[in-house]
């Protein structure tokens, strides 16, 4: 059974630095692309990033590019969020998803505030 | 970006009823489009992938169709467990982009 575990949230000052950690099992991790998805709180969806199977292709929305990265380990099957420079509109809920979201982790909140 | 409107945003129904979803693209999506169904409290589960490809274990209720700019979710009757929210998404460029989502509840 494919499983999609976060870790790594909770709460952190503005400008402040969080990775967070997505742990894959029941699938050949090294076989798909990922990507990270967040929701704030009582609002839609928004793509955040995306990396390619193999981690050599990479995508970010421009509302974090330049202060996340995602990447990967697939030795480690875990896809990795470095969130740093975070602001308030940060302030959501991290879905890790596998490919163009056929599956999806539980989710792991994080906020940014003083 | 290419933005997905959706309509409409609040939908009240009944069991049995058959309801349509709409989903607007702002420029042609070449039909790379997906709808998503969530729960309070979950993460969105896929339902639709590339317009009118029904995912493994998703009823066939569930339906999709559409072309260029203009999609539609289809229930054929409406289950008790398919209230929720639903929202579209494209994949056809970067960023990829959703609706605001539709709020589906018991009439």
């Known amino acids: 059974e494919v499983q999609l575990v976060e870790s790594g949230g909770g709460l952190v000052q503005p400008g402040r630095s969080m990775k967070l950690s997505c742990a894959a099992s029941?699938?050949?991790?090294?076989?798909?692309?990922m990507a990270w998805v967040r929701q704030a709180p009582t609002k839609g969806l928004e793509w955040v990033a995306t990396?390619?199977?193999?981690?050599?292709?990479?995508y970010y929305r421009d509302s974090v590019k330049g202060r996340f990265t995602i990447s990967r380990d697939n030795a480690k099957s875990t896809l990795y969020l470095q969130m740093n420079s975070l602001r308030s509109e940060d302030t959501a809920t991290y879905y890790c998803?596998?490919?163009?979201?056929?599956?999806w982790g539980q989710g792991v909140m994080v906020t940014v505030s003083s | 970006d290419i933005q997905m409107t959706q309509s409409p945003s609040l939908l009240s129904a009944s069991v049995g009823d058959r309801v349509t979803i709409n989903c607007k693209a702002s420029?042609?999506?070449?039909?790379?489009l997906n709808w998503y169904q969530q729960k309070l409290g979950e993460a969105p589960k896929l339902l639709i992938y590339n317009t009118n490809n029904l995912q493994t274990g998703i009823p066939s209720r569930f339906s999709g169709s559409g072309s260029g700019t203009d999609y539609t979710l289809t229930i054929s009757s409406l289950q008790p467990e398919d209230f929720g929210t639903y929202f579209c998404?494209?994949?056809?460029?970067?960023?990829?982009?959703f609706g605001a989502g539709t709020k589906l509840e018991l009439k």
């Open positions: 420029q042609n999506i070449n039909k790379y």
């Open positions: 029941g699938f050949t991790f090294s076989n798909y692309g």
């Open positions: 990396i390619s199977y193999d981690g050599s292709s990479t």
């Open positions: 998803t596998r490919g163009l979201g056929a599956w």
């Open positions: 998404f494209q994949h056809n460029s970067w960023p990829y982009t």
